[in-house]
C-alpha cells in the first residue's frame, strides 16, 4: 500500500478579465467553481454584472495525497449564475497540474504571502475555443497530521484609498464629424 502525505490545497483566486458576456445585456454574474480529487465542489461568491470580477477569495481543501508526481489536477469552472427558472450558463474553465503547486512549509505561512499569481486562458473543451482568463495560484503545504490546524490564509485583497481623479479637457482640435 502506497502512503498517502496529509496536505492543506490553498488555490488562491484574484480575479477575472474580459470574460465573455451571456446575459443580453452584455455582462455576467460570474462564479468559479473549483472541483479536486473527487471532493465536493466549492464556490467562489458571485460577482454581480461584471466581465471583469474580483474575486480576492482563497478555497482549501484537506487531502491525503500520494507521491506529487501523480496528484490529480484541479478543474476550476466558470459559470454565469441566471435566476430561476434557466439554469447557470457555462462560460469556461481551465485544469491546473497540482505537482506544478509551490509547496509551502506551515512554518513560513505567518510571514509569508501567497505565491506569485498567474493568468490562466479559459476553454470550453479545448485550450483556445473561449475567451477570458482568470487570476489564481495555488499552494499544497504538508501537514505532520491530518488534523494539523495551519495558519490562516493572509488576505488578498489588496488595500485600497478613496480618491477623486479631476480631468480638466481645455480645449480640441480637428474633430471630424
Not at 509551490?102 to 473543451?125: A, H
Not at 479545448?126 to 499544497?140: C, K, N, R, V, W
Not at 490564509?153 to 480640441?172: D, Y
Request: with cysteine; charged share 25%; aromatic share 10%.
Amino acid at each position: 500500500m502506497q502512503h498517502r502525505t496529509p496536505y492543506e490545497l490553498r488555490v488562491h483566486i484574484y480575479q477575472g478579465r474580459h470574460l465573455p458576456a451571456p446575459d443580453f445585456n452584455g455582462l455576467c454574474d460570474p462564479y468559479i467553481k473549483v472541483h479536486f480529487n473527487g471532493l465536493e465542489g466549492r464556490e467562489t461568491e458571485r460577482q454581480n454584472k461584471t466581465c471583469d470580477p474580483k474575486f480576492y477569495t482563497t478555497i482549501t481543501f484537506d487531502c491525503a495525497l500520494p507521491a506529487i508526481e501523480y496528484a490529480p489536477q484541479i478543474n476550476l469552472q466558470v459559470w454565469d449564475h441566471d435566476l430561476p427558472p434557466k439554469s447557470p450558463d457555462y462560460i469556461g474553465c481551465f485544469n491546473y497540474e497540482l505537482k506544478n503547486a509551490e509547496l509551502s512549509r506551515p512554518d513560513d505561512l505567518d510571514e509569508g504571502s501567497p505565491p506569485d499569481p498567474k493568468w490562466f486562458q479559459l476553454m470550453r473543451e479545448q485550450p483556445g475555443d473561449s475567451e477570458g482568463e482568470i487570476l489564481a495560484s495555488f499552494e499544497l503545504i504538508p501537514k505532520d497530521t491530518p488534523d494539523q490546524e495551519l495558519a490562516k490564509s493572509p488576505r488578498l485583497k489588496p488595500t485600497t484609498t478613496k480618491a477623486t481623479v479631476e480631468i480638466i479637457a481645455l480645449g480640441m482640435r480637428n474633430m471630424q464629424p
